[in-house]
C-alpha cells in the first residue's frame, strides 16, 4: 500500500473508474494481494518473504511450507460472496456520504438476501478502528449522551428498547471548528466507566473540558489539564447550559441524526457499538478529498483485519428487517461490459520500485 495514495493510480476517482478496474473477480483478488503486499508475498505465519504461487492461486511459504490465499485471515476469509459483490459493497460504503442501509445495500447490488447485504455491512464496519489509532489531543471536550432506545418492531412499528450511555470525546480547534472525535458505549457515570474512556481517547497532557459532574474529578490526577465548566453557574449567569461543551453537543446531535436518517433508527443496543464506530470514521474523514480514498481506507483495514465470523455479528443479535424485501429482488446484477484496464494499481508499483 502506498504512503501517499494517488487517485487515478492506487484507487479509483469515480463510479466509473471503479466499475472499469474491478469488473472481474480476478482483477478484486489482485487489488487485494496487492493491498496486503505490496513487495510481494508476506507468509503471515513465519514472516519469511517471497514464496511460490500454486496451480490454485495460493501461496506457498519457502521457510515453513505454509500455504495460504490473498483473503485467509482477513474479513474476507471463506466468503461465498464473490469479490465483485464485495468491492461494490465496500464502494458504496465508502462513497456514500452518510453511509448505506443493509436494505439500501441489498436493492443496490440487487441481491435476494437482506442477511448477505447486512453481514457485509457488519463486517466492513468491525474493520474501522485500528487498534494503534492515535488519542485525540490538544484541547478536547468530554461529554455523556444517551443514544438509541428506538428498535423496529414485530409489527414494523417503533418499540421503545434500551438507551444505551455513550462517552464522547471531540478537539476543538482554534479559532473554531471540531477535530477528530470518539465516541464509546459507557457501563456508567461513573469515575470507574469515565476514567478509563478518557485515558483510552485522549492523549496524556491534553486539556479536558467536561461539566461539573463529579464522575469526572479524578481527571486532573490521570495527568490531564482539566477545565470544568458548571451548568448550574451557566444558568446563573442566564446562559444555555447545552451551549457550554458545543463540541460535544454537534456531535451527539449528528449522530442521532445520522442513526436516525441512514439507519431509520433500527439499531439495537446490542449493534451500536459498531454504528458508533461508523459514525466516528466518517466524522473523521468528513473533508477527505476523495471519496475514493475512503474506499482505499476501507480495503486497506479490510485485508490488515482477523476474520469476522458471521455467528459473532448474530449471537448479539439476529438481523432484522426494516421494511419488506421488494419483490423480485432475486438474482445478480447483470455483468458491467466494460473495456478491461490493464491494472494501473501494478503499473504504479513498477514505477515506485524503479
Ligand atoms: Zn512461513
Known amino acids: 500500500m502506498a504512503d501517499h495514495p494517488r487517485g487515478g493510480r492506487d484507487y479509483p476517482r469515480s463510479v466509473g473508474e471503479f466499475q472499469a478496474w474491478f469488473s472481474t473477480d480476478a482483477a478484486c483478488l489482485d487489488y487485494l494481494e496487492w493491498l496486503r503486499w505490496p513487495d510481494g508475498f508476506v507468509c503471515p505465519e513465519c514472516g519469511v518473504a517471497g514464496g511460490w504461487r500454486l496451480g490454485d ?32 459493497a465496500c464502494w458504496e460504503f465508502a462513497t456514500a456520504k452518510d453511509g ?75 479559532p473554531k471548528g471540531l477535530g477528530r ?27 479536558v473540558i467536561t461539566d461539573a459532574w463529579q464522575g469526572y474529578a479524578g481527571i486532573k490526577a490521570l495527568g490531564y489539564s482539566h477545565d470544568r465548566r458548571s451548568q448550574r453557574a451557566a444558568r446563573a449567569r442566564g446562559e444555555d447550559p447545552a451551549r457550554l ?39 473523521n474523514r468528513r473533508r477527505s478529498r476523495s471519496r475514493g480514498l475512503v474506499f482505499y481506507r476501507v480495503l486497506e483495514l479490510a485485508v490488515g483485519h482477523d476474520p469476522v465470523r458471521y455467528r459473532d455479528l448474530i449471537t448479539k443479535s439476529a438481523p432484522r428487517k426494516v421494511s419488506p424485501t421488494p419483490p423480485s429482488a432475486r438474482g445478480h446484477p447483470p ?18 520500485s524503479g
Open 57 to 88: 492461486g495460493r501461496f506457498m511459504c519457502p521457510g515453513c511450507g505454509h500455504r495460504t490465499s490473498v483473503t485467509a485471515g482477513t474479513i474476507f476469509d471463506r466468503t461465498r460472496t464473490p469479490l465483485t459483490v464485495w468491492f461494490t
Open 100 to 174: 448505506i442501509s443493509a436494505l439500501g445495500l441489498q436493492r443496490a447490488l440487487e441481491i435476494g438476501s437482506y442477511q448477505t447485504a447486512w453481514a457485509m455491512l457488519h463486517r466492513l464496519r468491525s474493520v474501522l478502528v485500528r487498534p494503534e489509532r492515535d488519542r485525540l489531543n490538544g484541547t478536547v471536550e468530554v461529554d455523556e449522551t444517551y443514544i438509541g432506545g428506538e428498535e423496529a418492531g414485530l409489527a414494523g412499528g417503533r418499540a421503545k428498547g434500551k438507551k444505551s450511555l455513550v462517552g464522547i470525546a471531540v478537539e476543538i480547534n482554534e
Open 181 to 207: 472525535c470518539r465516541m464509546a458505549i459507557l457501563a456508567d457515570g461513573s469515575a470507574a466507566s469515565l476514567d478509563p474512556f478518557v485515558t483510552a481517547h485522549v492523549e496524556p497532557g491534553a486539556k
Open 245 to 283: 461543551l458545543p463540541g460535544v453537543h454537534r456531535v451527539a446531535s449528528l449522530s442521532k441524526r445520522w442513526l436516525l436518517g441512514t439507519h431509520q433508527g433500527a439499531v439495537g443496543s446490542a449493534h451500536l457499538a459498531s454504528y458508533l464506530d461508523e459514525f466516528v470514521f466518517r466524522f
Open 335 to 352: 455483468s458491467i461490459d466494460r473495456p478491461l484496464l490493464d491494472r494501473p494499481w501494478r503499473l504504479s508499483y513498477l514505477d515506485n
